[in-house]
């Protein structure tokens, strides 16, 4: 899951548009949430005495690595986002991504959807199919700053979701931007994106990420994310923090829960997560990542 976002509210047919209708706000009132969780996750980076931290799996935020050549990294995992009276649930999310020389990422990515509204019964349906290439242009060292591209195409699949409001109608193209340097002791992962969407508002993301690997098998990270849309004024800041722990060789574990920042209701989650395992493939490329 190089570039999981939450589920943004204007892609799950009725559940969107129910949510969409209850969450317009101020922008003076988002500008403070946003600042809020900048300043939480940047005093988190200060109060770290050594840090690594990496975006992608189990976290929204991306960061501009990649796998290495003609290497594999496979991530399952279950991702919730429950709200008051209804949720998505990916069940699982299948993100599989695959090295091209050292700068190179070919992403795939989709899921099994489970959607649960007031008055409904749940309903399954396979998730739009997510095409991406990361190309990181900017790289000088390991302790230089490093700059990628990793622009995103997501399309409907040919199933019934579409028609039973799982599903938005017409594709959208993700645009981000993704960065990482160390300072100091310290190393920080930040996003920032633009998302063209075919039916409904144009939005953004922005996500930052940092953390601390407190052995050579466990890492963890604090990060605050949030996604919006332009024409209505419309913030989903969420806060989580999560952990990897390498298990065997090639096995990842990859833990991650939050809530959104605001009070929970219909368009704010009281509980997001990601409970799964990567792969990293040949088994060599563990051994690299370390």
């Known amino acids: 899951m190089d570039q999981e976002r939450l589920e943004p509210l204007d892609s799950l047919g009725s559940l969107g548009t129910s949510m969409l209708n209850a969450s317009l706000r101020g922008m003076r009132r988002g500008a ?32 501009p690595g990649t796998p290495g050549h003609l290497n594999w990294e496979i991530n399952f995992g279950i991702m919730p ?4 009276n209804q949720s998505v649930t990916h069940t699982p999310d299948a993100d599989i991504n695959f090295g091209l020389g050292s700068t190179i990422q070919l992403t795939y990515e989709s899921a099994w959807l489970r959607v649960k509204l ?59 931007m ?41 890492e963890m990270d604090a990060e605050f994310y949030s996604t919006g849309t332009f024409r209505r004024a419309l913030w989903q800041p969420t806060l989580e923090g999560g952990a990897r722990y390498r298990i065997h060789k090639p096995f990842i574990l990859l833990l991650m829960a939050g809530r959104a920042l605001e009070q929970a ?19 060599k490329s563990y051994d690299a990542a370390e």
């Open 32 to 63: 403070r949430i946003f600042l809020r969780g900048a300043i939480f996750s940047a005093l988190l980076a200060i109060g770290a005495t050594a840090a690594r931290a990496q975006g992608g799996p189990p976290y929204y935020t991306t960061d």
């Open 81 to 84: 986002f429950l709200y008051t």
């Open 118 to 176: 007031p008055t409904e019964e749940a309903k399954y349906g396979l998730e739009q199919t997510i095409l991406g290439v990361k190309w990181r242009f900017w790289d000088h060292g390991e302790d230089s700053l490093h700059i990628s591209v990793f622009p995103q195409f997501s399309l409907n699949n040919p199933n019934d979701a579409v028609k039973r409001g799982i599903v938005p109608h017409g594709s959208s193209v993700l645009l981000p």
């Open 178 to 218: 993704e960065f990482s340097k160390k300072f100091g002791p310290v190393d920080v992962n930040w996003e920032a994106g633009y998302n063209l969407a075919h039916y409904g508002p144009n939005g953004w993301i922005g996500g930052l990420i940092v953390g601390h690997e407190f052995t050579p098998k466990l």
């Open 265 to 283: 209701k219909t368009n704010q989650a009281y509980f997001v997560g990601y409970f799964g395992v990567q792969i990293l493939l040949p088994p």
